[in-house]
């Protein structure tokens, strides 16, 4: 049956015939669907003024239901959206929409050759067989017609309908709820219900996801002698935020607090000023939170010097520079060991660096470098175009990998324990390809695969942390392409490609933060003057949703997701923002800097529980810049030295690195020109420099061992 014409322009016009119209229409064309013409008349529907915001709050793990509050007899069906995105027809594995009988039309605008195709729901509950109803055409109007075929527009534009999709066999239940199976914190955030057709009435639901505590505490053990301080420290996420108490040998010590024995930063350190052999024992940690507990234990032993164990090869930097390999103790501010160009590969008695002819010296030349469960750490050299691999217990190089020509970025995937090696085929990138080091912790026996992706300029594969410790997907992006493509980090497959190209963005860098989980997407400027907003995309359902307000530069996400810090190396702005328990974004201030951020660290408070401090270093000044993140004030560590100078490494990276000690530590590294210097994050102050080394590409923290 060809379209059915809804009438002329002059005819829509006059309001009061519309109704008229489709009605001998739809009883032309279905004279037995008596209740679609029920469709057309008025409905009524009502929203309690307590129910125009609904909170709700689920334990992470579990299921939940969303209840719309909105009535109504004739009510059509509830359409449900996340982020201004409808739900019921993306196919999430996680999120049902419930739909009572349900079409949805695949629409495409023939006149508009540019405009993409449309899903459109379809309520027909009594219309089996067949289908007919009045809708709207992508960019067009209201049409009537049926499916297949034609529809005429009365702005005389033409839809065809392309699809046809019936759900009226999904069991999505019958009160029109939105069911989220397994919620996590990529869940939380804002949910909105209206009836289809009826827009301007919507409920809103925030769900908020409570996660029980997760502990780690340092040192597990410790030694030491009568008379010296000591401290235990534990640290505790989780929604809401854990308190903390501390028990030793089963006795909580708040009731034993003296000069002696005090609790810092929230109760997430337990000092004792001075030590004696009584003090020997079990301390343990406990958080709780209104969902759960978790607890650990950290033991101290007061004994002789003499019985003391020997050095720990933890709890060290690694420096690869341009005369090798140095391993820097911060505590001692010294070289605990260096492995020297010519010294060789355990496995293959090759040299660490070859030498090459005509050169004088023997210099190093390193690009990326990881840390592999603090057991291996896997280092790129890309004029050798291998990357070797070194043993954190006997401080050697164990093994070299031969890999694309020349490697410029490793990321180690610790879900699936591989690392992840991008080669650019030369410096010009014109020959990239991306490969994968599988059982990357097991020190030997890896495999190498090459995957089927072409023309990849970059990747990113999200972090894990104390709560989030599984990642099931990755990003490429590819050269002078407006998109990231979505990979399954276990089948190295790609999933999805999600496309930037209305927002003109080709992106540079990625962040995430799985606290309503959000990607921020740092975009590549066409000149060296413009500047293009971050976009964000929520990886719920894998859409864009805009920019980040106005924030630009490049994000990095603190280590419990709750902050982001963006700066750019051109401009002159630091833009702090806070995920908040609801799962929204919010700015917490923009502050001036002097331009040419070069990198960029987190450090755990030593002062204040469950909160971060971040650390910059300039391109061009030798300051170190200081920020604590929950009140905005900023300072500059000086005395440090000019920062490294000539051109940047062709392969990327920072000019000038700067490297945190993990969880618990207090130290960072960062080099000069030809020395490193340390700087001691809990007293803010200069640590020491330790000279000698020149050239320092990559620096890997590595704790305990």
């Given at each position: 049956m060809d379209g059915i014409p809804v009438g002329s322009p002059a005819d829509l016009d006059r309001s009061q015939q519309v109704p008229a119209l489709l009605t001998?229409?739809?009883?032309?064309?279905?004279?037995?669907?008596g209740s679609v013409v029920a469709l057309l008349e008025v409905i009524q529907l009502s929203l309690a003024p307590e129910d125009e915001v609904s909170v709700t709050t689920v334990t992470v793990g579990l299921s939940t239901v969303l209840t719309c509050a909105i009535r109504g007899d004739l009510r059509p069906p509830i359409i449900w959206k996340r982020n201004g995105l409808t739900l019921s027809f993306l196919g999430l594995e996680d999120i049902n929409a419930a739909l009572r009988s349900m079409f949805t039309l695949v629409l495409s605008s023939l006149a508009y050759a540019m405009m993409p195709p449309q899903a459109i729901p379809l309520w027909a509950p009594e219309v089996s067989n067949q289908l007919s109803l009045a809708l709207l055409c992508p960019g067009g109007k209201g049409y009537v017609?049926?499916?297949?075929?034609?529809?005429?527009?009365?702005?005389?534009?033409?839809?065809?309908?392309?699809?046809?999709?019936?759900?009226?066999?999904?069991?999505?239940?019958?009160?029109d709820s939105l069911y989220i199976t397994k919620v996590t914190t990529i869940h939380m955030g804002n949910y909105t219900c209206h009836a289809l057709g009826h827009e301007q009435l919507f409920q809103t639901h925030v769900l908020q996801v409570n996660v029980p505590p997760v502990i780690r505490v340092y040192p597990e053990t410790q030694a030491q002698e009568p008379g010296v301080a000591a401290s235990l420290r534990c640290h505790a996420e989780g929604i809401p935020m854990p308190r903390i108490i501390w028990l030793k040998n089963g006795m909580d010590v708040s009731a034993q607090m003296s000069k002696q024995l005090s609790l810092l930063a929230n109760g997430t350190e337990l000092h004792i000023g001075s030590v004696r052999y009584e003090d020997t024992g079990a301390y343990t940690c406990i958080a709780k939170n209104e969902v759960g507990v978790d607890e650990d234990i950290s033991s101290l032993f007061i004994e002789d010097s003499a019985r003391k164990t020997c050095l720990s090869v933890g709890n060290v930097f690694y420096v690869f520079s341009d005369d090798g390999i140095a391993v820097i103790h911060p505590v001692d501010c010294e070289v605990q060991r260096r492995l020297k160009p010519a010294e060789k590969i355990f496995m293959s008695y090759e040299e660490i660096c070859p030498h090459r002819e005509g050169d004088a010296t023997q210099p190093c030349q390193w690009a990326s470098a990881v840390n592999v469960r603090n057991r291996y750490i896997y280092v790129a050299q890309p004029a050798l175009n291998r990357v070797l691999v070194v043993d954190v217990q006997a401080q050697k190089v164990l093994q070299s990998i031969g890999v694309d020509p020349l490697p410029a970025k490793l990321s180690y995937d610790k879900s699936h324990d591989q690392v992840w090696v991008l080669s650019w085929g030369d410096v010009h990138k014109s020959q990239p390809s991306?490969?994968?080091?599988?059982?990357?912790?097991?020190?030997?026996?890896?495999?190498?695969?090459?995957?089927?992706?072409?023309?990849?300029d970059d990747f990113f594969i999200p972090p894990t942390n104390l709560i989030i410790n599984h990642v099931r997907f990755g990003f490429i992006f590819n050269k002078s392409d407006p998109a990231v493509h979505k990979v399954d980090l276990e089948t190295l497959m790609p999933l999805k490609t999600i496309s930037l190209k209305h927002h003109s963005c080709t992106p540079k860098a990625m962040a995430h933060t799985h606290l309503g989980g959000y990607f921020f997407v740092q975009c590549r400027q066409d000149t060296p003057t413009s500047t293009s907003p971050q976009?964000?995309?929520?990886?719920?359902?894998?859409?864009?949703?805009g920019p980040n307000t106005d924030v630009t530069g490049t994000p990095?996400?603190?280590?419990?997701?709750?902050?982001?810090?963006?700066?750019?190396?051109?401009g002159p702005w630091l833009h702090v923002q806070e995920i908040t328990v609801r799962g929204e974004i919010q700015t917490l201030y923009d502050l001036k800097i002097s331009p040419?951020?070069?990198?960029?660290a987190f450090q755990h408070s030593f002062t204040e529980g469950n909160q971060y401090n971040a650390y910059a270093t300039l391109d061009k000044e030798p300051d170190l810049l200081f920020l604590e993140l929950s009140t905005g004030k900023m300072g500059r560590l000086k005395n440090l030295k000019e920062p490294p100078t000539g051109p940047a490494p062709p392969w990327g990276g920072p000019r000038r690195i700067l490297r945190d000690s993990g969880l618990f530590g207090q130290y960072l590294l960062t080099p000069a020109q030809e020395s490193l210097f340390l700087i001691n994050g809990r007293q803010n102050t200069l640590r020491c420099e330790v000279s000698g080394t020149k050239g320092a590409a990559a620096v890997v923290w590595v704790g305990e061992v």
């Open positions: 001998r229409a739809l009883q032309a064309a279905y004279p037995t669907a017609g049926d499916s297949p075929g034609s529809l005429t527009l009365h702005s005389h534009l033409i839809c065809a309908v392309t699809q046809v999709i019936s759900n009226a066999e999904k069991d999505f239940g019958e009160d991306l490969q994968v080091i599988t059982e990357a912790s097991a020190g030997q026996g890896q495999h190498l695969i090459r995957t089927p992706f072409a023309g990849v976009l964000l995309i929520d990886s719920v359902t894998d859409s864009v949703l990095h996400v603190s280590p419990d997701g709750r902050f982001i810090v963006s700066v750019s190396n051109k040419g951020v070069s990198d960029l």
